[in-house]
């Protein structure tokens, strides 16, 4: 074929020039609208863009909005710190430390306080089993791709989840914290990976997130809060809204008391076979070999 000179001649563009962004960056936009010229229009709230106008955001209307922020934010940090899977860790914010446990004893003012007092001194045990189980599984290895499986991740608050979170930091791990607005001043545990500290408005997106990326979770003796989160799990499992976790519960005698697991399937409220669903163990070696045990068969995903 010879040459055509009627067909247009076609310019050499560099894959640069056909993929390089061609709208403004919102932070640029953003940051021209902050220093807009001031007039009685600029400053009326209406001229605010929406995004950076809090009232806006914060009206009811705007609730499905901020739900899906509050899911969306989490969740790019923590792809972009590539934690693919975590260990969540669940438990009461009252039990002491050891090392704190009789101080609070000899603190009581009342026989009741003191009672209280021995009855969560006694359960000072599961905050060094909750650091130890921590420990082991933040030494989990990164694979191939990149990411890290078994991140720890607790509820971000004192006492078992400040365990958790200092377990993984006593081996230099990085490690999440998911706080949640309370009407009395509280703050995330020092121990909380700054990057990966979260606060959220609604408990169910606080929830979600706890149970999005979870391989396995360990529930210590704890109260009202305790009980949501881990009979909220154990509902997902067993309607198959949510594949099987191990689901290690520490302190066999205070479960017992406090909850007739037994007596639900006896009542035919539950099957009998859900009472399979959970793992009873006593130490962090024990949860740590079930969940091995678990997975022995299934090699670690890469990145999703």
Request: net charge negative; with cysteine.
């Amino acid at each position: 074929m010879g040459f055509d000179a009627s067909r247009p001649k076609l310019a050499v563009m560099t894959r640069k020039e056909i993929e390089e962004r061609k709208f403004r960056p919102a932070r640029q936009e953003a940051d021209d609208a902050r220093r807009a010229v001031d007039t009685p229009q600029t400053s009326s709230t209406a001229y605010r863009l929406a995004f950076q106008d809090t009232e806006f955001l914060l009206r009811e209307d705007l609730r499905p909005v901020r739900f899906q922020l509050e899911l969306l934010k989490p969740q790019l940090l923590m792809d972009e710190a590539r934690i693919d899977s975590t260990f969540v860790f669940y438990g009461s914010a009252r039990i002491p430390e050891p090392e704190q446990a009789q101080a609070r004893i000899d603190a009581a003012t009342t026989p009741e306080q003191r009672r209280v007092a021995e009855n969560l001194a006694k359960k000072a045990r599961y905050y060094e089993e909750a650091r130890k189980l921590a420990r082991i599984a933040a030494q989990y290895p990164v694979n191939e791709a990149g990411c890290r499986h078994f991140v720890v991740c607790s509820g971000g608050g004192p006492s078992i989840m400040e365990a958790a979170n200092r377990g993984a930091a006593d081996v230099g791990a990085q490690t999440i914290g998911m706080n949640i607005v309370l009407p009395h001043e509280q703050a995330p545990n020092r121990f909380v990976t700054p990057e990966l500290s979260f606060q959220f408005h609604y408990f169910a997106l606080r929830k979600m997130h706890f149970l999005l990326r979870a391989r396995a979770l360990a529930v210590f003796p704890g109260g009202f809060g305790t009980f949501d989160e881990m009979f909220e799990l154990l509902t997902l499992i067993q309607t198959g809204k949510m594949k099987p976790i191990p689901v290690l519960l520490f302190g066999r005698e205070f479960w017992n008391r406090v909850v007739d697991f037994k007596a639900l399937a006896d009542e035919g409220v539950i099957s009998p076979s859900d009472l399979n669903l959970l793992t009873w163990v006593e130490t962090a070696e024990e949860a740590w070999a079930a969940v091995q045990a678990f997975y022995e068969d299934i090699e670690t995903p890469g990145c999703s």
